[in-house]
């Protein structure tokens, strides 16, 4: 089968594997994407839009965004970053402006949390990054790894511009090693004293006799856009479904019935996006509330309404809102 044609089709970079990607169905589907995927194939036609997915790893979606070549993109901001450290430190090499507009930032998604950390042996003495000033560092970071060293040794040197100092600025003394994976493994294996690397839960830190001794960047996915969008309108309205989407995530429904002589003091507890909604019941004394409720405060807002007499809570999901 040829493969399809883009004319006219807004092109949205999505991950094609690893971590945010099936977060990043999930939310295609709560924006009612519709596609269908070919075995195989990077590339999906949206039946109800006219918009074409493009299936590209993570660490690459900056690229293609970045050069206009794809119009929207998920990622994780430390991919963002990572990508304008490499451009940054490319362009200032070579002494002229960067190649690509980079891209334009258009809400955060809120999954995909985790932090890009510099790390070193448990057993070891190194305690605070400047102590690896000098030393081998490994990592899939190695441009804002590179930065990040920078500023250091800029720092180190009394450089009172530190803060700003880029890998493409200064000659760096210590050694940036790319490694594509299994990052965790260089310093046991006598390759790195310390790595820079992604941490979300810390297991495969300990368990690598790792600990954390700075923080580079932290990370939650992103929606990106290029600084030159082929369908302006289309952005948004793709932007404004996931908006949606994720604002559903965030909160529940909560209903209950209050006694009206308790209404004031129920409603503190679930004041409601703009304001809750009181409906009478067909009881004497008694009115119905409902009222979204961040999802991770709903139990303590359910023990605080029992508190104040509030019956027959109810919690509900939100598909989707605007
Ligand atoms: N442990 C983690 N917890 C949460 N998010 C993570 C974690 N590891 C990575 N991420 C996020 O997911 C993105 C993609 O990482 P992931 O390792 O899944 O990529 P990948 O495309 O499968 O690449 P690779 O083959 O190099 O592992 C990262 O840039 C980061 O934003
Ligand atoms: O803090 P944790 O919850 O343990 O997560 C951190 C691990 O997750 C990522 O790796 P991934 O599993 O994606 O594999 P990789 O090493 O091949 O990149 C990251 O590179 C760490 O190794």
């Known amino acids: 089968m040829p493969p399809p044609s883009l004319e006219g089709r807004l092109l949205f970079a999505v991950p094609k594997k690893g971590r945010l990607n099936q977060a990043t169905l999930n939310l295609l589907e709560g924006a009612d994407i519709q596609f269908r ?3 195989r194939l990077d590339i999906a036609l949206v039946k109800n839009l006219p918009i074409a997915l493009v299936f590209l790893p993570a660490a690459d979606i900056p690229t293609f965004v970045g050069q206009g070549r794809v119009d929207l993109g998920i990622t994780g901001w430390d991919q963002v970053q990572e990508h304008e450290a490499g451009v940054r430190s490319a362009s200032l090499l070579r002494g002229s402006g960067p190649t ?3 891209c334009d930032m258009v809400m955060d998604l809120g999954f995909g949390g985790c932090k890009l950390q510099v790390q070193a042996p448990v057993k070891g003495q190194y305690t605070e990054t400047k102590d690896l000033i000098g030393k081998t560092i490994c990592t899939s970071f190695v441009g804002l790894a590179a930065d ?7 720092a180190a040197d009394g450089d009172p511009n530190a803060s700003e100092a880029t890998a493409g600025s200064r000659k760096l003394r210590t050694q940036i090693v790319e490694l594509s994976g299994s990052v965790e493994a260089a310093c046991a294996l006598g390759v790195a004293e310390g790595i820079v690397d992604l941490v979300e839960s810390g297991e495969t830190m300990r368990a690598a006799g790792l600990k954390a001794i ?4 932290e990370s939650t996915a992103v929606l990106i856009k290029s600084k030159s969008p082929s369908n302006p309108d289309m952005v948004e309205l793709i932007a404004s479904r996931i908006r949606g989407v994720i604002t559903a995530q965030r909160f529940v429904l909560c ?4 006694e009206r002589a308790r209404l004031a003091e129920a409603t503190k507890i679930t004041p409601g996006k703009r304001a809750p909604t009181v409906t009478m019941l067909d009881e004497d004394g008694w009115v119905a509330v409902s009222s979204m409720v961040e999802t991770k405060k709903i139990a303590l807002v359910m023990d605080d309404l029992t508190r104040v007499g509030a ?4 919690v509900l999901d939100i598909h989707n809102t605007r």
């Open 100 to 102: 690509t507009g980079g």
């Open 311 to 314: 019956q027959d809570i109810l």
């Open 255 to 258: 209903q209950y019935n209050v």
């Open 148 to 154: 990040h060293f920078a500023r250091l040794e800029a």
């Open 37 to 39: 995927r070919e075995n």
């Open 214 to 217: 700075d923080t580079v960047v």
